[in-house]
Nanobody, 125 residues
């Protein structure tokens, strides 16, 4: 089992950058595939990016491809989401998620058993 704590959100102007962090408890962090999701007011939670347990495979939603980068640091038991060229439509609560490793790409909410509490990102125009 793993517990996740999201942080790093805030208010930023359009075109700016933020780095989100997700700290994981436990000594088996490298046995989990990780992902980031986001949920805007009145909308369903949607997939943002995925990284497999070894960090060798990543995948992004089309809406963030080329602007966002997901990476992990197993020594720190953490996964990060670097967000550049932010747009007002990126405004949402961002959540990290984890599931036992199998390296298969998973992009739906029901694929993940463990979730962070979320961190608010607000992009002003």
């Amino acid at each position: 089992q793993v517990q996740l704590v999201d942080s790093g959100g805030g208010l930023v102007q359009a075109g700016g950058s933020l780095r989100l962090s997700c700290a994981a408890s436990g000594r088996t962090f490298n046995t989990y595939d990780m992902a980031w999701f986001r949920q805007a007011p009145g909308k369903e939670r949607e997939f943002v990016g995925f990284i497999n347990w070894s960090g060798t495979s990543t995948y992004y939603a089309a809406s963030v491809e080329g602007r966002f980068t997901i990476f992990r640091d197993d020594a720190r038991n953490a996964v990060f989401l670097q967000m550049n060229s932010l747009k007002p439509e990126d405004t949402a609560v961002y959540y990290c998620a984890a599931d036992s490793r199998n390296s298969l790409l998973r992009t739906t909410v029901r694929d993940y058993n463990y979730w962070g509490q979320g961190t608010q990102v607000t992009v002003s125009s």
